[in-house]
């Protein structure tokens, strides 16, 4: 308990196995992550034994976890040879590890994905000092309400993904068509072949993920972007989605996970749309409200308009204030766990919204 063991290649991404060609070689790492709270569960963790007897050597401190795993290389012949590896973790001292604040793991944004314009557009920023490992996901036939299909989904989503430049990276139509053996090893693999993955390794900066119909095919569909890892320098600082605001069920909901840490995260929810204009987008919700929704189903924040919020200095203070009075902002300290921002038009308006979430100290 309290450690993840992977496999993983010179980019980061998940293997299981390499080839190694006869008088050749092949690399590989072992990427081993500890969660030092859990590691330390064990008063005696760390701790320094009894001294030792005259004359002997002192004994070291006491593991606070060890465990043994195994490489196994295999000829062609069929014979085996099974090499082990040896880990154990030792902390100085057991008060050492303060509680760690909750980061943002997952952003999910349920939309109406239209054409040119109108497709889901997510963004994320990754901040820190190392990649980071990320799932992507482009949702549709098997979107569900009550164990019911979701009427109006989208039919076959098709995801692209690109750098902060908006130079292109890479795309995905049907997820088994590439990354297949690493998307079932890694837990992402959706329900239906005709929905989308990227796995990919990111450099810290600003990437975009834009979700579309094969075929400018539209309908309800679900852009997600997952935090792979578990700790590390970088992380999610900020991830949005843009897209369609309409009324009823096609109103843009954006769920998001803070987790994987034991303390709270401040967050700033925005909801944007007359804004949008001044990038060149036709169409932008003229007055977006948003609500903070925990995983209860409670509303535990809302705002119309940033002008009216009483929550506006905290938003200001962080450089976070909209462009646009009418547009909506909220600051909230979070739990871990599941979290749904809900935008919706003021008076049932409809028009082009985005919606963004900011992990702030």
């Known amino acids: 308990p309290g450690f993840e063991v992977s496999f ?4 980061g991404a998940p293997i299981n196995s390499v080839t190694v060609p006869a008088g050749g070689q092949r ?3 072992v990427r081993t992550v500890g969660d030092g709270r859990q590691i330390a569960a064990d008063p005696a963790c760390g701790l320094q034994p009894p001294p ?3 004359g002997l050597p002192t004994e070291p401190q006491v593991p606070c976890s060890e465990f043994q795993f195994y490489v196994t290389a295999t000829d062609s012949a069929g014979d085996t040879l099974r090499m082990p590896f040896f880990y154990r973790a030792v902390r100085a001292d057991p008060n050492a590890i303060p509680p760690l604040a909750a980061q943002l793991q997952n952003i999910s944004t349920r939309l109406n994905v239209q054409t040119g314009d109108n497709v889901g557009i997510a963004g994320i920023i990754i901040t ?3 990649p980071k490992r990320v799932a992507l996901r482009g949702i549709g036939p098997s979107l569900a309400a009550d164990n019911q299909p979701l009427n109006g989904r989208m039919e076959d989503p098709v995801l692209e993904l690109f750098d902060p430049n908006g130079a292109f990276i890479t795309s995905n139509n049907n997820w088994k068509d590439s990354q297949r053996q690493q998307i079932e090893e890694s837990g992402f693999a959706p329900n239906d072949d005709r929905e989308s993955v990227i796995l990919r ?6 990437y975009t993920a834009v979700l579309s119909g094969k075929d400018n095919t539209t309908g309800l569909g679900l852009v997600e972007a997952y935090d792979r890892d578990a700790t590390g320098a970088g992380r999610f600082a900020n991830i949005s989605t843009r897209g369609r605001v309409e009324t009823g069920d ?3 909901i954006g769920g998001f996970i803070a987790g994987r840490q034991d303390g709270p995260t401040n967050v700033v929810v925005r909801a944007l749309g007359p804004s949008l204009a001044s990038r060149g987008v036709p169409g932008p919700l003229q007055d977006p409200t948003v609500q903070l929704v925990n995983q209860n189903g409670d ?3 809302e705002n119309d308009d940033f002008a009216t919020s009483q929550q506006r200095s905290e938003v200001e203070s962080r450089g976070l204030a909209p462009e646009d009075q009418r547009e909506a902002a909220l600051f909230q300290t979070v739990q871990p ?3 749904t921002a809900v935008v919706r038009g003021k008076v049932d308006t409809t028009g082009v919204g985005l919606v963004e979430v900011y992990n702030v100290q």
Request: hydrophobic letters at 40%; glycine letters at 10%.
């Open 8 to 11: 993983v290649n010179s980019s």
């Open 27 to 29: 690399s590989f790492f």
């Open 52 to 54: 030792a007897a005259p």
């Open 128 to 130: 820190g000092t190392e």
């Open 201 to 206: 390794t990111l450099a810290p900066g600003n």
């Open 250 to 252: 096609n109103v843009l």
């Open 299 to 301: 509303v535990i924040n």
């Open 337 to 339: 766990g599941n979290y």
